[in-house]
């Protein structure tokens, strides 16, 4: 009969659905129990779906059960009173100072134009009035700094504390501000959750009527501790309308539900091209597959956004289209998105205050 260290060590071999993580770091398994009889593993859960429990529970025992000498397993599932996840990372989520709301810019892949959509909405918000400020949570791949100009020195406070580059009324900080173009980043998870961290709470953000978070693409480890790091007032998701990118925005919504985030919308970028000699729309990517997958979630979906050289012209020279092209009908676009998000966010804000 194997000992609870050798179970444990197995169950390390279970992912929770739909994130890379396995249950242990989770802090699902409560306890191992070993006897004559057989085995008892003891699972905790607060906010998982119960089909999800039902599938975490089916793996736990066939991976135990496979195990030489087992004769039985048996699964106890209890309900806890705080997200496992934050248990066992001992993370709270913690509000920022000067920063009324906090919202994610997500993707399920990477590919799909996020860190585009992520720059021009912040904008946009801007537009309208928000005091906005856009932290590059892509530490592997950043590109906020490209899009809106890396042409600064950044500069620390007395206190150690970093002072954000400002653009186009537009707060910023990224991880392309303190490397060369060349380098790059070789880190494992810790590090990289050190230096969010620090992007989060170790930044003179100011007053701040919303911090926009572009995250890494997927549903990884650094996705995860920020979402239960930061107070997060919800996430919008972008994808393209192909099949293959709506698959992945389903594990977005289930990141952002796991962790008691908000779903704000659904994005579909890329969603058509407009020939400009012929007049003709191709829909390259398919069309409509985001608004029908929102629906199909019960999410909101806040827009599609066409394929235009104006908008990757922008992003390439650090002139993003919102800001430099204000009436061009793609920034119109993205302030409607912006003016849905919004709304949103003040509204469920208010909803809070009244409970």
């Known amino acids: 009969m194997p000992n609870p260290q050798e179970i444990l060590a197995e169950l390390k071999k279970i992912k929770y659905p739909g994130f890379t993580r396995d249950i242990v770091s989770f802090g699902m398994v409560k306890d191992i129990e070993v006897a004559n009889v057989g085995v008892t593993v003891f699972l905790t859960t607060a906010s998982a779906k119960p089909e999800a429990v039902a599938q975490i529970a089916g793996e736990v025992e066939r991976i135990v059960g496979m195990m030489p000498g087992v004769p039985a397993v048996k699964v106890e599932i209890e309900r806890a009173m705080a997200p496992p996840a934050m248990a066992a990372g001992g993370l709270q989520k913690r509000p920022i100072p000067g920063v009324r709301h906090v919202a994610a810019v997500a993707s399920g892949k990477g590919g799909v134009g996020k860190s585009t959509v992520a720059v021009n909405l912040s ?41 954000p580059l400002e653009r186009y009324g537009l707060r910023y900080v990224s991880m392309a501000l303190f490397i060369s173009d060349e380098t790059a980043v070789i880190w494992r998870g810790p590090m990289v959750t050190k230096l969010e961290s620090e992007f989060l709470f ?10 926009i978070l572009d995250l890494p693409p997927g549903t990884g480890d650094a996705q995860l501790t920020i979402t239960q790091r930061v107070a ?57 597959g985001g608004a029908r997958l929102a629906r199909t979630l019960g999410v909101p979906f806040l827009g599609e956004l066409p394929i235009v050289r104006e908008l990757r012209e922008g992003g390439d020279h650090a002139q993003p289209l919102v800001a430099t092209q204000p009436d061009h009908p793609i920034s119109a676009a993205f302030k409607s998105i912006a003016s849905n998000i919004i709304e949103r966010i003040e509204r469920a804000a208010t909803e809070k205050a009244a409970t």
């Not at 932290?135 to 406070?157: F, I, K, L, N």
């Not at 170790?202 to 911090?211: I, Y």
């Not at 659904?266 to 407009?274: C, D, P, T």
Request: net charge negative.
């Open 123 to 163: 904008l946009a918000m801007a537009a309208l009035g928000w005091r906005v400020g856009l932290m590059d949570a892509d530490v592997y791949g950043p590109s906020v700094a490209m899009m809106v100009g890396a042409d600064e020195q950044v500069r620390v406070t007395k206190e150690r504390r970093i002072l």
């Open 202 to 211: 170790n930044v003179e953000w100011g007053e701040l009527d919303c911090l």
């Open 232 to 288: 997060l007032d919800g996430g919008v998701i972008v994808t393209t309308p192909q099949e293959i990118a709506l698959l992945d925005v389903k594990r977005g919504v289930t990141m952002f539900e796991e962790v008691n985030v908000p779903v704000l919308g659904v994005v579909e970028n890329m969603s058509y091209y407009l020939c400009r000699k012929c007049g003709h729309r191709h829909e390259i990517f398919a069309h409509g």
